[in-house]
């Protein structure tokens, strides 16, 4: 069993910047490749980054590339994610996920576990 709690979500204004944190529980943190996802109001949730449980191999979606960067740390059972050039685009309930295996996903649905979420809203 593996639980997620994700911090750092708030208001900023556009171009600016946040880093959100997930700090994991359990023993088996680096089996599990980890992902942020985002849902907004009235759409699905979707892809944001991803990370291998190595984390030597990132993916991310091609609308926060470049502006976004995922990272983790084994050590600390946390993954990070650093988001700079916020758009109010960007503004969703982010969640952490994580998914038994090697390498990222991209897919809500092969997500074993989920955080929460923390809300991110980017005004203009």
């Known amino acids: 069993q593996v639980q997620l709690v994700e911090s750092g979500g708030g208001l900023v204004q556009a171009g600016g910047s946040l880093r959100l944190s997930c700090a994991a529980s359990?023993?088996?943190?680096?089996?599990?490749?980890m992902g942020w996802f985002r849902q907004a109001p009235g759409k699905e949730r979707e892809f944001v980054v991803g990370?291998?449980?190595?984390?030597?191999?990132?993916c991310y979606a091609d609308s926060v590339k470049g502006r976004f960067t995922i990272s983790r740390d084994n050590a600390k059972n946390t993954v990070y994610l650093q988001m700079n050039s916020l758009k109010p685009e960007d503004t969703a309930v982010y969640y952490c996920?994580?998914?038994?295996?090697?390498?990222?996903?991209?897919?809500?649905?092969?997500?074993?576990?989920w955080g929460q979420g923390t809300q991110v809203t980017v005004s203009s």
């Open positions: 996920a994580a998914a038994l295996g090697r390498y990222c996903f991209t897919v809500p649905q092969n997500a074993n576990y």
């Open positions: 359990g023993r088996t943190f680096s089996s599990y490749a």
């Open positions: 990370i291998s449980s190595s984390g030597v191999t990132p």
